[in-house]
């Protein structure tokens, strides 16, 4: 609250935004020297209306509809956009995304196409893919507008001082995020632009020693728990495969390309190169993967071995050459030997309808039904 020089009682009124880094303000002046009134309607008082029915979400819409105008799938994009950015808490977007219109961009018409009703909802029935979430997070980045049918393939984006990654590359596989679902971490890949990262088209693997058998001395599964992989350790790494991408129309300045980046992901044990890996064809198309759910009360006690027995696998060379029928590798609580795993094991096992089954932390293997005949359990 101030005193302008004419005498008027001045105060600046928060209407929204985040008050520590960006928000808007209204300018409140009153010229009778009183306190200007001040009517504050917070957003949670805007859902308390639609809450408590004061407010007609379905009326509303169709009073929008009626208008056949741009608000509902502009409120639709941004309520996509707001989807995409709710695990994005301290991204930013730049500004002359607002030059714009937001609905001529490949990604806003698409999430017109996803769903219709997003008023009184908190989240929409259409689900975004991962291909969405990058063409979204490449527009408010810098202004670029790219179809979402040429994002399939990306993993990561790197813009400014931020690479975002899908979630899925940095979490145990266990948790399943959304494949909308991003992560930013706070850096870059000392390339200039918005760089799209992509997997190579065939991993490697190194070869097998044609000599070793160790399987046949692999022990039964105990019930214990055990992280046979702590020497496990991935590592991102770029080839020389670089090209520019065109983003249309209002595609950002030349300072700011667009670019494809092909980049590995390697696999290493004790330091030495394993394989490499592609973690989400891995997870979403190569091979059917299942989630074992958490164990139900039963009157049996902790960590007893499972029945039939179940070998292990707790090196490398094993989960390479691993065998037909069931067996468990032993990474217990080691989230990114977990995820190694189940990436490597698709593409590199003799088994081709190898069915990969995460644990959680927690299993009572006497309950758990062996029915599948070539069933690999990650624990
Ligand atoms: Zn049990």
Not at 205 to 218: I, K, T, Y
Request: with cysteine.
């Amino acid at each position: 609250m101030s005193v302008t020089p004419s005498g008027e009682m001045e105060s600046l009124n928060f209407l929204f935004g985040d008050v520590d880094s960006a928000a808007i303000f209204a300018r409140l002046r009153s010229p009778s020297g009183k306190p200007p009134c001040i009517l504050e309607v917070s957003y949670d008082d805007v859902l308390w209306y639609f809450r408590s029915g004061y407010v007609s979400s379905m009326q509303l819409k169709e009073l929008c509809d009626q208008d056949q105008g741009p608000i509902v799938p502009t409120l639709l994009a941004l309520s996509y956009a707001s989807q995409i950015y709710a695990t994005l808490p301290d991204a930013t977007v730049t500004v002359s995304t607002l030059d714009h219109c937001l609905l001529r961009t490949s990604w806003a018409r698409h999430a017109s196409q996803l769903n219709d009703i997003p008023l009184g909802k908190p989240s929409m029935t259409g689900e975004p893919d991962r291909s969405f979430a990058i063409a979204v997070i490449a527009f408010f980045e810098g202004s670029h507008n790219i179809k979402s049918k040429e994002l399939r393939n990306v993993i990561a984006l790197s813009a400014g001082d931020s690479i975002y990654v899908a979630m899925r590359l940095i979490c145990d596989p266990f948790e399943n995020p959304h494949t909308y679902e991003m992560k930013r971490i706070l850096g870059n890949i000392g390339k200039a632009g918005l760089v799209m990262l992509i997997p190579p088209r065939d991993p490697l693997v190194r070869e097998l020693d044609p000599g070793r058998w160790r399987f046949a001395d692999n022990p039964e599964f105990d019930g214990k728990p055990e992280d046979c992989f702590t020497q496990t350790s991935l590592h991102l790494s770029f080839t020389s495969y670089h090209i520019p991408v065109l983003s249309n129309e209002f595609r950002g300045d030349q300072d700011n390309p667009v670019s494809m980046l092909e980049s590995v992901i390697s696999v290493r044990d004790s330091g030495l190169w394993v394989a490499d890996i592609n973690i989400l064809d891995a997870l979403e198309k190569d091979a059917p993967v299942y989630r074992l759910d958490p164990p139900k009360r039963c009157e049996h006690a902790e960590d007893l071995a499972p029945d039939p027995p179940i070998k292990t696998i707790g090196c490398w060379d094993d989960v390479l050459d691993s065998p037909d029928g069931n067996f468990l590798i032993k990474a217990h609580s080691n989230w990114l030997a977990r995820l190694a795993v189940t990436a490597v094991l698709p593409n590199h096992s003799r088994t081709k309808q190898r069915r990969i089954t995460i644990c959680p932390s927690s299993v009572c293997w006497r309950c758990v039904q062996q029915n599948f005949p070539h069933n690999a359990y990650v624990f």
